[in-house]
């Protein structure tokens, strides 16, 4: 149980265009979602909180015009990159917690992306 | 800032040694904590939970959890070159039991020669 799969896996995008990731909570749904940025050798620095039917939470210094996230629905979540640069080209994960009352997450797969 | 800290390593044990990985957190009202394992290229994968001092034992890995000293442990028996990854301690900012935002450590390399 607690499966979170993303999409794309991977993408390749020119810069100043814009690329929609999904995080789909598989067999559990999900209030909120968490969005992580990964640089190579770095840690996770989480990017915001995606809340189910409301707006998103960002972390300080994450400019939330330019990372859009949307929570439709209790299994979906998406991070739109807008006007990609090439330097957001990175690794994005997205987690969830299972259970309301539990504090542990599980993350997806995660996409990598680049931007030339 | 509610902090983790993990010593980065690199951590090299050999086959079938114990390797022992540690990790302080700042904020001592935290009661959850984790130990994640990241592959080169994956996304983290959650190994281990702990809630209340002590040890936590499951399989091959032990959690170690004091929270007078705000010290978390994660001990892999019988390491095996399949452990080579890098650790990720996190700990929840939610305050209880319940979720929250998670704050990670820098992450512990872990190398298990043959």
């Known amino acids: 149980g607690a499966v979170v799969s993303q999409h ?10 814009s ?3 999904e995080c789909r909570s598989l067999d559990f749904q999900a209030t909120t979602m968490f969005w ?3 640089f190579p050798k770095q840690s996770l620095m989480l990017m915001a909180t995606s809340n189910e039917g409301s707006k998103a939470t960002y972390e300080q210094g994450v400019e939330k015009d330019k990372f859009l996230i949307n929570h439709a629905s ?3 979540s998406t991070l739109t990159v807008t006007s990609a640069h ?17 504090a542990e997450q599980y993350f997806g797969p995660g996409t990598r992306l680049t931007v030339t | 800032q509610k902090e983790v800290e993990q ?8 086959e079938g040694a114990i390797a022992s990985l540690n990790c302080t957190y700042s904020d001592r009202g935290s009661q959850s904590f984790f130990w994640y394992r990241q592959y080169s290229g994956k996304s983290p994968e959650l190994i281990m939970s702990i809630y209340s001092n002590g040890d936590k034992e499951d399989g091959r890995f032990t959690a170690q959890l004091n929270k007078a000293s705000q010290y978390v442990s994660l001990l892999i028996r019988d ?3 399949s452990d080579s990854a890098t650790y990720l301690c996190a700990v929840n900012d939610g305050g209880g039991t319940s979720y929250g935002k998670l704050t990670f450590g820098q992450g512990t390399i872990l190398t298990v020669h043959p």
């Open chain 1, 8 to 17: 794309p896996s991977w993408v390749i995008c020119k810069s100043g265009t």
């Open chain 1, 19 to 21: 690329v929609k990731i």
């Open chain 1, 36 to 38: 992580y940025r990964q």
């Open chain 1, 74 to 76: 209790l299994t979906l």
């Open chain 1, 86 to 102: 090439p330097e957001d080209s990175s690794f994005y994960i997205c987690s969830a917690p299972a259970r309301r009352d539990r």
């Open chain 2, 7 to 14: 010593n980065s390593g690199p951590l090299s044990v050999p």
């Open chain 2, 79 to 81: 390491s095996q070159p």
